[in-house]
């Protein structure tokens, strides 16, 4: 999946810096220095130095970085600089989760439509979103230009629903199902497995217990 | 945070390889080789020698990784042997999303209970499990032994719901609501903002799009 100049750590920890300088954007706040951003991150100052030079951006000595034109940077790094539409296809509790998260408007993306199958679900509301028939998938995908699909159906619709969504002009999934998808090599597909998170929590947690802990 | 042989980006993958390594067992496969592991893990088998190379395994040349043994072996390295009493906190849609979770089980952990200080939701039952009063938290985690808390309530409270649970002994924090919480040092805390996987995907995406979109 193409370019490696940017570390994986590093992609996803862009994120998280962007949320803190939106943060200190909107408390009127014009340049940070490191240790601020660092302090914000739960990070330290050395490695996020490191992770910021990867976007050739060295910050100015004694003055830090300038809020509004680092959070541009890494806007554009991330491909947010323009509105993507975003799809939910599955409004169970976690697509009804999804589509209520204020989170997603702030980050750069639009939630386009809100997709299930179960006729009980169809025509309702839910996080501001009427909930429309999965069978339009094909044609909301085209005429509003939809790029980014989130699946939250069950696993063993996960397929199937991708498929459809692929063969609909999707180019990026991001999966919540507990399942592997395949996709073409044309497509982006990242999978959320919500254990995976307590089980990376756990990894953390025994180092933090005691350094013998970790020796495996 | 601790110890720092095994990268981050590898710890991320662990919880990866061990789903693939379950799903090989069941189907009663002994050994993978490093290409079968890639494959159905979605990496290049290059990742996958180096990644477990950080765990002191090299495999059998022209036999592959025992499955059994490396099965242990991630487990280990995650703290992942001995099964860890989980509660989550906060039974909305996400909340009740993550209670219904199949997977948490099968990966080492077991939901101890389900809190909530909303009186129209304690009593109910959601994913097999009776919504207890939030008030019972302390007396729970004292009793049950619970060392992790998901956190699903609404950002303006998770701090507050943090503190609680770190002052009953909570050490480990799985924050879903998308704000910073502060934690003593001896407490380890991994926020999951839902925004931050759209963006992650969009670094990747874009990438796809061309190797020009990437030079940022």
């Known amino acids: 999946m193409g370019d490696r100049r940017i570390p ?24 940070l220095s490191s240790d601020d951003l660092a302090r914000a991150s739960g990070l330290n100052s050395a490695k996020v130095r490191k992770d910021l ?50 989170g997603f408007d702030r980050r750069g993306f639009k939630v386009a439509a809100l997709l299930d199958a179960d006729p009980a679900r169809i025509g309702t509301c839910v996080g501001g979103h009427e909930v429309r028939d999965a069978a339009e998938l094909p044609a909301i995908v085209r005429e509003q230009d939809v790029t980014f699909a989130v699946i939250a159906v069950p696993a063993g619709r996960a397929q199937e629903v991708a498929d459809v969504a692929v063969a609909a002009g999707v180019s990026a999934l991001l999966n919540f199902a507990p399942t592997h998808l395949t996709v073409p090599d044309h497509v982006t597909c990242r999978t959320v497995d919500l254990s995976t998170e307590l089980q990376i929590l756990s990894f953390y947690e025994q180092i933090a217990d005691g350094p013998s802990a970790a020796a495996g």
């Open 8 to 31: 994986e750590a590093t992609v996803a920890r862009l994120p998280v810096y962007l949320q803190v300088l939106v943060e200190a954007a909107e408390a009127g706040t014009l340049t």
């Open 53 to 102: 030079s990867f976007l050739g951006t060295y910050g100015t000595r004694g003055v830090g970085y300038d809020v509004a034109e680092l959070t541009t940077e890494i806007s554009e790094v991330l491909g947010l600089s323009v509105d993507r539409a975003v799809i939910i296809i599955g409004v169970g509790n976690l697509g009804s989760a999804l589509a209520s998260y204020d």
